[in-house]
Each structure stands twice: as structure tokens, then as C-alpha cells.
């Protein structure tokens, strides 16, 4: 089975600041790790992804996230925080092992990031 | 322009009736999705679908019906409608791949089951 922890309900950063939302997976193979945004009254939108490779991912609109296969975490980080960047962020992710289905995503419970000035 | 279409964005019902929710890709994206919002939950999969009339459960199926008779339409039916089910919907799409590709989402569907 897969599943994805995200710790915190709720961050909060002053603009100018470095951000970091958390989280954390299990997997029975190697993780496919995504991160998507989701704004007031829209759907999610994708902003960066895992597969293999570099375990410092870079995204959209600034951000970037360290895969680290000891500590089972994928957070996302942002060198310096917008207010524009105050939104709901999902953590996901799929097992290599699982069969078929395609892209079928196993989603956190989401962080609400708060920027303020 | 291309995209993922939801509609309606809106939908109040009573419990009992029936309720179709309409999704529309024009990626030709082969997969398709359908997953509810709750607070506390995050997004949980209903149902998802590898291709035209293929289709298969997610973690929530029950209580729900889809079908898929052309790659481009995915349409999520409650069946009989009840209270647990006010939720928002989401239905997305995803080219095919090894599991890398992402998630395109529509913008939702806010359903009140009254």
C-alpha cells in the first residue's frame, strides 16, 4: 500500500522568509513523489515531481523539493516566500510497484501555507 | 482552448435523487480520474478509467457510478444521494506513462446533498 503523511495542517512564514512543508511516505517500491498547489475555488495544480534522478527537484514559481530515501521525505522548500504563494499544497504519491491504473496518486491531507507581510 | 472542464461548478440536491457530474478533456488523455475533497482527507479516488469503457474502483466507490463511452467524457454518478456525499469533486486526466506523468485538474464541483 502507499500513503503520504503531511504533518502540519497549517504554516506560517513572513514574506522574504525561507518556507518548508513537510512530508513524508510509504512505499513498498520506489516512490513516483509529486507536489501540487491548490488555490481558492480551483483545482490542484502541478508543481514539481520525483521519479528518479537528483534528489533536489526544481518547480514552478520558485519552488523545489529534496527527495531523501532514508527519512522516507519529499519537502518542499522555497528560498524566499511570496504572499502570492499563500495557498493549499498537496503532498502525493504512487509505489513503482503498483500495477496499472496509470497515474493513480495517493494524496496527503494538505498544509495550508500562510505568507504574510 | 484545452483543457479539463467541470460542470456544473455548483450543484444542491436532496438526498435520494440522482446527480451527474460532467467531465471534459481535450488532451485525448487516456486516463481519467474522479476524486472528493473532504476537510481532514485530503483527496480521496473514486474511480479512475485506463481508457474508453475501461474502467475501475478507487478507495471511495461505493455509492457512485461511472462510465466512460468516448476517451474524452468522464461523467460520476450518485446513484441516490446522500448527506456524506456533499463533498467537492474532482476529475482529472493524465497522459500514459510509467506512473511520472502528472495529474491535469478540472476546477471542481461543489455538491450539497441537503
Known amino acids: 500500500a502507499q500513503s503520504v503523511a503531511q504533518p502540519e495542517d497549517q504554516v506560517n512564514v513572513a514574506e522574504g522568509n525561507p518556507l518548508t512543508v513537510k512530508c513524508t511516505y510509504s512505499?513498498?517500491?520506489?516512490?513516483?513523489l509529486f507536489w501540487y498547489v491548490q488555490y481558492p475555488n480551483r483545482g490542484l495544480q502541478f508543481l514539481l515531481k520525483?521519479?528518479?534522478?537528483?534528489?533536489l527537484v526544481k518547480g514552478s514559481y520558485g519552488f523545489e523539493a529534496e527527495f531523501n530515501k532514508s527519512q522516507t521525505s519529499f519537502h518542499l522548500k522555497k528560498p524566499s516566500a511570496l504572499v502570492s504563494d499563500s495557498a493549499l499544497y498537496f503532498c502525493?504519491?504512487?509505489?513503482?510497484?503498483?500495477?496499472?491504473?496509470?497515474?493513480?496518486?495517493?494524496f496527503g491531507t494538505g498544509t495550508q501555507l500562510k505568507v504574510e507581510l | 482552448d484545452a483543457g479539463i472542464t467541470q460542470s456544473p461548478r455548483y450543484k444542491i440536491t436532496e438526498t435520494g435523487r440522482q446527480v451527474t457530474l460532467m467531465c471534459h478533456q481535450t488532451?485525448?488523455?487516456?486516463?481519467m480520474f474522479w476524486y472528493r475533497q473532504d476537510l481532514g482527507h485530503g483527496l480521496r479516488l473514486i474511480y479512475y478509467?485506463?481508457?474508453?469503457?475501461?474502467?475501475d474502483k478507487g478507495e471511495v466507490p461505493d455509492g457512485y457510478v461511472v462510465s466512460r463511452s468516448k476517451t474524452e467524457n468522464f461523467p460520476l454518478t450518485l446513484e441516490s444521494a446522500t448527506r456524506s456525499q456533499t463533498s467537492v469533486y474532482f476529475c482529472?486526466?493524465?497522459?500514459?506513462?510509467?506512473?511520472?506523468?502528472?495529474?491535469?485538474f478540472g476546477n471542481g464541483t461543489r455538491l450539497t446533498v441537503t
Open positions: 482529472a486526466s493524465s497522459a500514459p506513462g510509467q506512473g511520472g506523468s502528472p495529474l491535469h
Open positions: 488532451w485525448s488523455h487516456s486516463y
Open positions: 502525493a504519491v504512487r509505489d513503482s510497484l503498483l500495477t496499472g491504473g496509470g497515474n493513480k496518486l495517493t
Open positions: 478509467s485506463a481508457a474508453a469503457d475501461i474502467t
Open positions: 512505499v513498498s517500491g520506489n516512490p513516483y
Open positions: 520525483y521519479i528518479t534522478g537528483d534528489n
